[in-house]
Structure formats: C-alpha cells, structure tokens
C-alpha cells in the first residue's frame, strides 16, 4: 500500500471543516496533518478551538492538534478548504500558488474558465485543466450543494437522450447554512424561498459540470436550467423537485434503466469515498425523504424517487443528497482521490 498523502483542512472549525475532519478519521489515502482556521482559533488545540457540531466524537487524532493561522506555511500536498467566501478566495489562490494542490468546496473560484468543477462520476476529463493553471499548485473545486445533486440525476440523461430544459425547486436543509446558521424564530414552522445566490449556482453551475472540455475551457452544456431555491426546517439533506424536456424521446423505463445503471469513475476505480451505486432509486410512493434516506451509502449516494411523467415537459421526479456530505466535504476528498487516482502529479 502507498504511504498516506498529508492534507491539510482550511477553515477547520467551521461545519465543512467539521465534516472534512470526521470524514478523514482513518481515511486510507490520506493523513490529516494540519488545520487551519482564523486568528481567533489559531494555536489552541483544535478541541478547544471547536465548538464540535458533528454526530460523532471530535477524532482523538485531531483534537490535540495545534490550530493555525490562515496563510501560515503548510507542508501538506493536497489543502482541503472549507473556507467561507469571504476569504476563500484570495487564500486558496495564494496556496495554490505556493504549490499545494487546494479542493475547494467554496465558490469563490467555480466558473473560472481553467478551474476544474468536478464530480468524479460525470466529468473527470476536466481535471485537465489544471494544466492550464499558473503556478506550480493548482485549484479544484466541487459544486455547490444543490447542483451536485441535480446533475448526478441529469448525466445520464443527459448524456442518453439530451435535456432541453430544466425547472427545479429545492427544499434546502438548515445544515446548509452553516453555524449558527437560520435563527430558530425564522425558520420553525416556515418556508424561506430565498437563498442568497442559490439560484444562479444551479443554472450556471451544472451547465459547466456537464459541459465539454475543449483545451484551456469547458464549452457549457446548451440546456437551460430554472431554479427556486428554498430554506425548510430539515436538519440535513437536501430535496429537489425536478421536471425536465428531452432532446429524443425516451420512454420511462429507458430513463429509469439509463439511471439505475449509471456507474462513474469512482466506482470502476473504486475510491474509498465513492458510493456503489452514485444513483439510488427508491419505488416507495412518499420517497425519499431527509429523515429516512440521507444517511445511505453513508451520505455519498443521490436518491431518486417519484420518477413519473410530466404532463407540462417530459418527466419529473424528486432528489435527495446529504448537502454537507456528498454536497460538500464528501465531494471534496472524493474529487482527491480521483485526482489522484488519475496519476496527476502533486508538486509539494
């Protein structure tokens, strides 16, 4: 077996820095060897840094663990960063350039034209951008939480028959806005059907995923996406419901078999993180749903249910994904080892 790659996790006390650590606890491929986070955590030990969100115990690997500085000297090959966007930016780009190879799950850097947007199932040919990139490090990124779950569900199809169009409504998990996240007098009893930028994420973002590489840029996929996005009192997973026009005509039981049967790269390389299935569908009538659902193939599957005909477009079915496991901290280290599996060389 290869000796394990050191990593870091920028912005380590924060939810995605949570999940990236708990996910990493005797991770085959990968050594948590450092933590970052901002000023006010810096050189506590990370159990004293934290306030611990997570299902699980702090790992006994992490919680002593000096925390430091944003933009202190890192020796770890691959940074995976939960940073939030408001200093992601300019500190994944300053590491990159350093040499480290950083997996963003921030959005800082998603649409630039040399910046790989991966999902290992669909796209991993893009990661060939990284040629393209100055500097000895490189940027990868995963999408946001919502598009990663409509696009597993539209490659297939995509790819089978052509989408024409999209509409999509997410009921979006208050897990998906950090900590604290939603104050508890807006989000008890209530809907809110506005997210910050949410929109524009799923119509631009999975355009790019399922787009074409040509060269030093993806060429976007032609189909338009219309996006409501919603905040409901869910604690984690994410629901989209989702009505789409094909290109050729297709009947049911093709676009279930072209579903059921989709299989990507991490599950012929099989990859630590990658689920057996990246789609699962479910037959029962009131499914999936976060509170029974989320959890399977340890949060890193794509749930389809209600997959039926669309009297307005062609079909229309429900999605289920776990926002901040295969929706963010999940994606990121799934897109690390496929980038490594892929033999692309890390500089450090």
Not at 35 to 46: N, W
Not at 122 to 140: E, K, M, R, S, Y
Not at 235 to 256: C, F, I, M, P, Q
Not at 272 to 301: C, F, K, Y
């Amino acid at each position: 077996m290869k000796e394990a790659i050191d990593v870091a996790v920028l912005g380590a006390t924060g939810t995605v820095g949570q999940k990236f650590i708990r996910l990493l606890e005797g991770h085959p491929m990968f050594r948590l060897a450092e933590l970052v986070a901002s000023e006010r955590s810096a050189g506590k030990a990370y159990a004293q840094a934290v306030a611990w969100k997570q299902e699980t115990p702090i790992p006994a690997s992490a919680a002593g663990m000096v925390v430091r500085p944003l933009h202190a000297p890192l020796s770890s090959s691959i940074l995976f960063s939960g940073l939030d966007s408001s200093v992601a930016g300019e500190a994944e780009q300053s590491y990159a350039g350093l040499g480290h190879t950083v997996i963003s799950n921030a959005s800082n850097h998603r649409m630039g034209d040399r910046v790989p947007l991966i999902i290992p199932e669909i796209n991993p040919d893009h990661f060939g951008l990284v040629h393209h990139q100055p500097g000895p490090g490189a940027i990868i990124t995963n999408s946001n939480c919502s598009s990663m779950f409509l696009a597993m569900a539209l490659a297939p199809i995509h790819r089978a028959f052509g989408v024409e169009k999209v509409q999509v409504t997410t009921m979006q998990a208050i897990s998906g806005a950090g900590y604290p996240g939603v104050a508890s007098l807006d989000i008890l009893g209530n809907v809110i059907p506005f997210i910050r930028n949410e929109e524009e994420k799923l119509e631009e973002e999975v355009a790019k995923i399922l787009g074409t590489l040509n060269g030093d840029h993806v060429v976007p996929a032609s189909f338009a996406v219309s996006a409501q996005c919603n905040r409901v009192p869910v604690h984690d997973g994410h629901t989209e419901t989702v009505s789409l026009k094909l290109v050729r005509n297709a009947s049911l039981e093709e676009v279930r078999e072209t579903l059921a049967g989709f299989r990507g790269l991490p599950q012929e390389r099989e990859l630590p993180s990658a689920p057996p299935a990246p789609l699962i569908l479910v037959d029962e009538p009131d499914r999936p749903q976060p509170a029974r659902d989320v959890w399977r193939a340890n949060g890193m599957a794509t749930l389809i249910g209600r997959l039926r005909p669309c009297p307005v477009l062609d079909y229309k079915m429900v999605i289920l994904g776990h926002n901040t496991v295969r929706g963010a901290a999940g994606a990121a280290i799934l897109n690390a080892e496929a980038f490594v599996s892929l033999g692309y060389h890390l500089p450090r």
